[in-house]
């Protein structure tokens, strides 16, 4: 079973920064896609960051210039460096990866989530 682990929200004051890293553990045969999402109160889900399945990667246009988006193909983790962070930042962050168990079959997965809250 593949797990997605999560790691790094918290609480900061607006311009301040947090680190979000994710794990994917299991039996894995490879990740077509990997990223962040975030969910605001009363708001539709929606991505940050990630990597498409062509490789490249890809940022909402809210947070272009102040989030970093990366990976490490051996350790099938993927960080989101976010700094200067304002208040509609706010939100809990989930971790999603589709990955092929199977060179035949492949599957979505979510993390559990990790909030993270931006005061003014």
């Known amino acids: 079973q593949v797990q997605l682990v999560e790691s790094g929200g918290g609480s900061v004051q607006a311009g301040g920064s947090l680190r979000l890293s994710c794990a994917a553990t299991?039996?894995?045969?490879?990740?077509?896609?990997m990223g962040w999402y975030r969910q605001a109160p009363g708001q539709q889900r929606e991505l940050v960051a990630g990597?498409?399945?062509?490789?490249?990667?890809v940022y909402a246009d809210s947070v272009k210039g102040r989030f970093t988006f990366s990976r490490d193909n051996a350790k099938n983790t993927v960080n989101l460096q976010m700094n200067s962070l304002k208040p509609e930042d706010t939100g809990v962050y989930y971790c999603?990866?589709?990955?092929?168990?199977?060179?035949?079959?492949?599957?979505?997965?979510w993390g559990q989530g990790t909030q993270v809250t931006v005061s003014s």
């Open positions: 990597f498409t399945s062509r490789g490249s990667t």
């Open positions: 299991g039996s894995i045969f490879s990740i077509v896609h």
């Open positions: 999603k990866a589709i990955v092929m168990l199977t060179t035949q079959y492949e599957y979505q997965y």
